[in-house]
């Protein structure tokens, strides 16, 4: 497989397969919106239009990274939304990175988000689907996040080396800029539990698709066929 690592500013055409990547932590509070019952995440453009969706959809939860603000239910945290019921709501989601990062790619024939959550479902389905090439969007700092650049390297790894093992690009993660600020209390919006959470290899089976529906990118979990019905590897 053919794998290039872009920085969302670094992104000059639509690639045809795109796996965006954001660890800490937007991609990782997507994984556990659907683990606690989200249908679906809309991915929003800015701010504003995330209120505008709330305002025609008063029962989709509006999610926002930083500290609570008005208008918005949830913030991009994954230790706050696990203890929330999601059940069949539909979740709007705007953050600095990963929301912008996938909004980037969405002319790509397929655009998966991903964290270490989610990671060897997403390798699987790269797999199954035979892609020979693929953009890694690291969305975080330029394109030089170390937690989104380890686990898009794992992911590549992983989709074409069964014997791949995490725990030096875990380590990476562990040590990352992003969660020193977030285990400081320089990022708001926080849970205790967010690094540990965001760190937690293949916590969830299913990947997760982006695609546009009615000029909307929609973020939906994809079940993946089970290893003994992988033949790859
Ligand atoms: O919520 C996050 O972790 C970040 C934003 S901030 O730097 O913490 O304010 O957003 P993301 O798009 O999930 O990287
Ligand atoms: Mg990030």
């Not at 990175?97 to 989610?118: D, N, P, Q, W, Y």
């Not at 170390?146 to 380590?171: H, K, M, V, W």
């Not at 990352?176 to 708001?188: K, N, P």
């Not at 959470?197 to 698709?209: H, K, Q």
Request: glycine share 6%.
């Amino acid at each position: 497989m053919d794998a290039r690592f872009l920085g969302i500013d670094e992104l000059v055409e639509a690639p045809s397969v795109a796996v965006v990547v954001d660890v800490m932590r937007a991609f990782t509070v997507a994984a556990w919106a659907f683990a606690q019952g989200a249908e679906k995440i809309v991915l929003a453009e800015s701010l504003d239009a995330a209120l505008a969706l709330k305002a025609r959809h008063p029962d989709w939860v509006a999610l926002k990274d930083g500290p609570p603000a008005p208008g918005f239910d949830a913030v991009n945290s994954p230790g706050l939304l696990r203890s929330v019921d999601l059940g069949g709501r539909t979740v709007v989601q705007k953050t600095t990175a990963g929301t912008v990062g996938a909004l980037a790619v969405k002319e790509a024939s397929l655009v998966l988000c991903a964290g270490f959550v989610v990671a060897e479902a997403t390798a699987r389905l790269l797999r199954t689907r035979e892609c020979d090439s693929v953009t890694f969007v690291v969305t975080g700092e330029g394109g030089r996040a170390e937690e989104d650049l380890a686990c898009a390297q794992y992911i590549a790894r992983r989709a074409t080396e069964s014997g791949t093992d995490a725990a030096e690009f875990l380590r990476r993660a562990a040590e990352s800029r992003a969660a020193a600020e977030l285990a400081e209390g320089v990022r708001q919006g926080v849970h205790p539990d967010d690094v540990a959470l965001c760190l937690e290899l293949d916590r969830f089976s299913f990947a997760m698709v982006a695609a546009l529906e009615d000029s909307l990118m929609i973020l939906r979990p994809c079940a993946v066929p089970s290893p003994a019905a992988d033949a790859s590897i």
